[in-house]
């Protein structure tokens, strides 16, 4: 994140979280991931190690919250997400409880598997903010659009730029008065 963003948040503590391994594929190289891919078609992918993931997630839950929200970007994002359609199932690790997501150039997962439970999924027990790049040339506005569908209480926020976590004014204030209306 942005440290004039976090310099409008200033009230809002972050505790930043790193995925816990790293993965290599073929179209972006290798780097810090929640799982790892392989592409199975156009618009398919299989993730694998996704649950070493959730056992890290309930870790970093129970040693470091608890957390009123999650915040991702991009595979983040997703991750985020997938996590609100598991909470609302009732099927995350009793320490991994939130009350809010933001969902930067977020995504539903081409995996066809979470696809699938994420498209089936209305998710109510969580709110969410979807920050969506209007130029975003990784992941698409039409996917974010497709992101902030699968819960009933959202609030979208569009920019002019591209994949990235905006600092603008418009994106603090939309956060600020998000958390003020969503946390006590």
């Not at 997400?81 to 598991?86: E, F, R, T, W």
């Not at 696809?115 to 790049?133: A, N, P």
Request: with cysteine.
């Amino acid at each position: 994140m942005q440290g004039s963003l976090r310099k409008r948040l200033k009230n809002v503590h972050f505790e930043f979280v790193d995925p816990p391994f790293t993965s290599k594929h073929e179209s972006i190289g290798e780097g810090l991931s929640w799982y790892e891919f392989s592409t199975v078609g156009e618009d398919e992918v299989k993730w694998s190690r996704f649950d070493e993931s959730l056992q890290y997630i309930s870790e970093v839950f129970t040693s470091r919250g608890p957390f009123d929200g999650v915040m991702g970007f991009s595979q983040g994002a997703c991750v985020a997400a997938l996590l609100s359609v598991l909470r609302e199932r009732d099927s995350l690790p009793p320490p991994v409880q939130f009350q809010f997501v933001w969902l930067f150039s977020g995504f539903c997962p081409k995996d066809p598997e979470w696809r699938k439970l994420c498209l089936e999924t209305q998710v109510r027990k969580i709110s969410s903010v979807h920050v969506i790049g209007e130029t975003d040339q990784i992941i698409s506005p039409q996917r974010s659009t497709e992101a902030a569908g699968i819960f009933t209480d959202s609030v979208i926020i569009r920019h002019e730029k591209g994949h990235l976590v905006p600092s603008d004014k418009k994106i603090s204030d939309g956060l600020l008065s998000f958390l003020e209306a969503h946390t006590s």
